[in-house]
């Protein structure tokens, strides 16, 4: 009996003695996982600084007036990126005249309108799945349906001697579309089910139709919220170059595209050409270029930032 | 959510005519959404007939064992392992850099990070998936790739696996840290606090309670971060260089399939020849890839959730 009590003292003692070593280890232990952690968040941070810093280093060498009106040259002194900066515009014009009424239209109808079924249901995992497809992938799709106006198996669609759009400009904006299309969707769905339950019904209870309460009721609060995605995709939209290198944006364009149906570059693709050229001279004007579409992405997502913090205000009111 | 359809309306309904515009307009909506399950029959149908119609010329066998990626040569070879070697050294090579940061960053944000700090690296930290991968192409051909032949590996040629590494990695830490971020948020605080309680300490609390609790959706982000990077083109088409290379060497150039996707189509293949048609095998094995992988990643998300009330 006297012997286990003094066994078990000193357990006691042994342990505690461990407790006294170990918590001085725990707390260092604790905090060099703090500074591994915060060391960790920060390195991220500080390659983006370097990458800012080398594209401003290397970015300003060509820019001048002449690099947003001249043309692309062999000499890169009078190398210009007017080409490039046209067909970004023209393509991201088609690009939200169809991302938007398609985008909001399927938002529309999977929360407002479709049955909780299936088919509703497949239509959602689907669009979840597609936003996880590889965007070289949709550049395949589009070289086939739209350049080509077939899927390689059957007619092609022909009109008269030309089949689909060939390498254009809208060749290019409907692949892109289809690309954005899932994130245009998913984010005007989050704004539409931010929209109170009772305004629709206030609207039923006066009489309204459903079409009339979601025309002028639910899209007018949700507005706001399916703009700021809407902007965030078409900047997603202007920097993705594989796509519409699948569907033949030429990489040397000296000309503006004037149709739908024209041939085009775009700036992220004039980017790639001059990084793959060997000389630096290149590299410097792709620096440039960078600087250019760096400068249009802040300038977006800026916008979509002001416009969430206003519009929300208005509807908070 | 759907509103249940008040009694006016549902009488409107049961005389068709007087409500054939909103029949209309269900249509349109419906149509709408369909264009979505269109392009996803259509990437489908179009892989898998051009895709086929590889394979009857060339045997899958030859094709996924093969060593050999020369298509374009005279001496044909229809290997594609070189090109999935080349995929699978920057996918997991980015994997071995973005894991640790995107969770440390996941971690730092949600156990330590005041509100006003969180608020400031949380989008900061995004930014670095809202750069355009061309830009970070360039970054790695004309700064990482001179870095590394200056200071580590004088031997390198111009292009390298390893610069692309760094690159991809960086370009999904965003994608770990923000949704593992989300999970370690969604353990409840009374856990925390319980393991507070009887002593832990911050460290503790996180290994052992937050992080293991979290864990479903931290390893959803890992598979999704992954399959981002297998899907990445720019980067490692101006980054890693154009020749396929069966290598686990990360400082010599290798090839991944999407660079060589886009290799063929800069180039002047023309259409309907063999040689083009390896866009489509190629196309068809990385969307598999991928889609196996998201597929994964969203049945853990949905299965092992841990559910708090």
């Known amino acids: 009996m006297s012997d286990l009590s003094g066994s078990s003292r000193t357990d006691i003692k042994s342990q505690s003695s461990m407790f006294k070593t170990s918590l001085a280890l725990r707390h260092f232990r604790g905090r060099v996982f703090y500074g591994v952690c915060l060391a960790g968040s920060l390195v991220g941070i500080l390659l983006l600084i370097v990458l800012m810093n080398d594209i401003r280093q290397d970015g300003f060498e060509y820019f001048s007036r002449h690099f947003f009106t001249n043309y692309p040259s062999r000499k890169p002194e009078i190398a210009g990126f007017r080409g490039a900066i046209m067909g970004t515009l023209w393509v991201m014009t088609i690009v939200a005249a169809t991302a938007f009424p398609i985008g909001v239209g399927a938002a529309l109808y999977l929360e407002e309108y479709a049955k909780k079924n299936r088919l509703t249901s497949l239509i959602q995992t689907n669009i979840s799945n597609l936003a996880g497809v590889p965007s070289i992938v949709f550049g395949i799709l589009g070289l086939q349906l739209f350049v080509r106006g077939t899927i390689g198996y059957g007619p092609a669609i022909c009109i008269g001697e030309s089949c689909g759009f060939g390498r254009s400009v809208m060749s290019g904006a409907l692949t892109l579309t289809l690309l954005i299309l899932p994130v245009v969707i998913v984010a005007s769905q989050e704004a539409i089910k931010s929209v109170p339950p009772s305004i629709r019904e206030a609207s039923y209870g006066v009489g309204a139709t459903r079409w009339q309460t979601v025309s002028s009721h639910v899209l007018p609060q949700a507005m706001p919220g399916i703009m700021t995605g809407m902007i965030l995709a078409l900047s997603r939209a202007i920097g993705e170059t594989a796509p519409i290198i699948m569907i033949g944006a030429l990489t040397f364009v000296a000309f503006s595209p004037e149709t739908p149906l024209d041939p085009f570059t775009a700036m992220p693709i004039q980017v790639l050409n001059w990084v793959s050229r060997p000389q630096a001279e290149f590299h410097d004007l792709a620096a440039t270029g960078i600087v250019v579409l760096l400068i249009t992405l802040l300038t977006m997502n800026t916008l979509a930032v002001v416009l969430r913090i206003k519009l929300g205000r208005e509807s908070a009111r | ?309």
């Open chain 2, 1 to 309: 959510m759907s509103i249940e359809v008040n009694p006016l309306e549902r009488r409107y309904r049961q005389n068709f005519r007087s409500n054939i515009g909103g029949h209309l307009i269900g249509a349109i909506l419906f149509l709408c959404a369909g264009v979505t399950v269109v392009t996803t029959v259509g990437i489908v149908a179009i892989l898998l007939i051009e895709g086929l119609s590889f394979f009857t010329e060339v045997s899958a066998f030859e094709f996924f064992t093969g060593t050999k990626w020369t298509p374009l040569f005279t001496s044909k070879g229809f290997g594609v392992l070189p090109l999935v070697s080349g995929t699978l050294l920057i996918g997991i090579g980015a994997a071995l850099v973005a894991l640790p940061l995107g969770t440390l960053t996941a971690i730092y944000l949600s156990e330590y990070a005041s509100s006003r700090v969180r608020s400031i690296l949380k989008p900061s930290v995004e930014v670095l998936s809202g750069i355009p991968t061309v830009v970070y192409g360039y970054f790695a051909l004309t700064f990482i790739t001179p870095f590394i032949k200056d200071y580590i590996w004088p031997d390198a040629g111009p292009y390298m696996a390893m610069s692309a590494i760094i690159v991809v990695g960086i370009m999904i830490v965003p994608i770990i840290a923000s949704i593992s971020d989300d999970a370690l948020r969604a353990v409840p605080k009374e856990l925390r606090e319980a393991a507070y309680g009887v002593g832990a300490n911050r460290l503790e609390v996180t290994t052992r309670v937050v992080f293991p609790g979290a864990l479903s959706g931290i390893v959803a982000s890992y598979i999704l971060a992954i399959s981002r990077a297998i899907g990445e083109t720019m980067a490692v088409t101006v980054a890693a260089g154009a020749r396929p290379n069966l290598t686990a060497n990360p400082f010599e150039a290798v090839q991944t399939m999407t660079a060589y996707i886009v290799s063929v189509s800069l180039g002047d293949t023309p259409h309907g020849t063999i040689e083009f048609k390896t866009i489509f095998a190629v196309g068809l094995t990385l969307f598999f890839m991928t889609l196996v992988m998201n597929l994964i990643s969203a049945r853990i998300t949905r299965r092992f959730r841990e559910v708090y009330d």
